[in-house]
């Protein structure tokens, strides 16, 4: 209940920081995507690659610079790659994650075509996972996340949106993802870098 709590509130900070910038806005973006995630491993666990569910909002200042929150969440498993604690090779356990980040974007204008536009992203933000095996509590990281991508406005206020991004969690001065259930006959206690990339396209609509 209590990473609930954290997550409600960075929710609340974050569209509050994002809603600060309506008044001077250009134009408020809303969008949907899925895609492809390659999630990653981590020590002696992989996690299995598979399709996101990515949200998003933006507000487009006149510079043509963003601000905004995304969200993206992933339903796969994880498999272990080694015998371990009562494990065996290949053995899966349910596993989610979260992104919640403030997202900072600039828009960069095609003279030739002003319904292609392509973008750059930078967030910052929080990374949240859980583990589907007793004992264990939503875990909680920060994380950040570089992208890029194109726009291709169809209409005034309907697009397509295609992305490519790299998103990871943080621990002080390194990057590391870790699972663990505090359970005694069972587990992963497993620290190790972790970059995630993940690939999308999706519909954008503008306000």
């Known amino acids: 209940m209590e990473t609930f709590k954290q997550v409600f509130k960075s929710i609340s900070w974050a569209l509050l920081f994002v809603l600060s910038f309506s008044s001077r ?11 492809w995630m390659f999630a990653g491993r981590s020590g002696s666990v992989n996690i299995i690659n598979n399709a996101p569910a990515i949200v998003g909002l933006d507000y487009i200042l006149p510079s043509n610079i963003g601000v905004g929150v995304s969200y993206t969440y992933l339903n796969t498993d994880l498999e272990f790659l080694n015998p371990y604690n009562g494990f065996s090779r290949g053995d899966r356990l349910g596993f989610q994650q979260n992104y919640l980040m403030l997202q900072f974007s600039r828009q960069f204008e095609v003279p030739s075509n002003e319904n292609i536009i392509p973008y750059t992203t930078f967030g910052v933000g929080a ?17 950040f996340g570089l992208g890029a991508g194109v726009k291709f406005m169809l209409s005034e206020k ?3 949106k295609l992305q490519a991004r790299i998103q990871s969690p943080i621990a002080g001065a390194g990057l590391y993802f870790g699972v663990g259930t505090g359970g005694v006959s069972s587990g992963v206690s497993t620290y190790s870098y972790l970059v995630q990339f993940d690939t999308s396209g999706g519909l954008v609509f503008k306000f």
């Open 25 to 35: 806005a250009q134009s408020l973006e809303l969008y949907g995507m899925s895609g």
């Open 127 to 143: 990374f949240f996972y859980d583990v589907k095996t007793p004992n264990f509590t939503t875990q909680g990281k920060l994380a």
């Open 158 to 160: 309907i697009g397509l």
